[in-house]
């Protein structure tokens, strides 16, 4: 019987003027949850204005990945840095109101809107 492929997640960084942004593409659960952990942390290192996370590509996100999200949105926290999620799918959306992790942070469904909070914060 062949082996199933071993969950992927790509992690893209990219800067916008108001923020930068880290977007997830992929599984996120406990073999990948390091990858999105790994590019949050270089993005938090730059001390950017602010920070989005974008799992619009989430396929899956587990209680590894929420564990992620829950440590980004404590050091956005700690150092006052205006911090917005972005989620659209079912599988990542549902997994943050069962945890009530959508209570916590700024959700958004598109990284535009994402932007035009931060902006609304900064003015």
Same mark, same amino acid.
């Given at each position: 019987?062949?082996?199933?492929?071993?969950?992927?997640? &790509? !992690?893209?960084?990219?800067?916008?003027?108001? %923020? !930068? *942004?880290?977007? %997830? +593409?992929? +599984?996120?659960?406990?073999? &990948?949850?390091? *990858?999105?952990? %790994?590019?949050?942390?270089?993005?938090? #290192?730059?001390?950017?204005? #602010?920070?989005? *996370? +974008?799992? /619009?590509?989430?396929?899956?996100?587990?209680?590894?990945?929420? $564990? @992620?999200?829950?440590?980004? @949105?404590? &050091?956005?926290? #700690? /150092?006052?840095?205006?911090f917005a999620v972005?989620?659209?799918?079912?599988?990542?959306?549902?997994?943050? $109101? @069962?945890?009530?992790?959508?209570?916590?942070? %700024?959700?958004?469904?598109? *990284? +535009?809107?994402?932007?035009?909070w931060i902006r609304?914060?900064?003015?």
């Amino acid at each position: 019987m062949p082996e199933e492929p071993a969950p992927t997640l &790509t !992690v893209r960084i990219r800067t916008l003027p108001e %923020a !930068v *942004v880290v977007a %997830a +593409d992929g +599984d996120l659960d406990l073999g &990948t949850a390091s *990858v999105l952990r %790994a590019g949050a942390r270089a993005a938090l #290192a730059g001390a950017p204005p #602010a920070l989005i *996370v +974008d799992l /619009g590509g989430v396929s899956f996100c587990g209680s590894a990945g929420l $564990q @992620v999200i829950a440590e980004v @949105v404590s &050091t956005a926290e #700690a /150092g006052r840095l205006p911090f917005a999620v972005v989620a659209d799918g079912r599988p990542v959306l549902r997994a943050l $109101q @069962v945890t009530r992790l959508d209570e916590t942070l %700024a959700l958004h469904r598109t *990284v +535009d809107d994402a932007r035009a909070w931060i902006r609304e914060r900064a003015a």
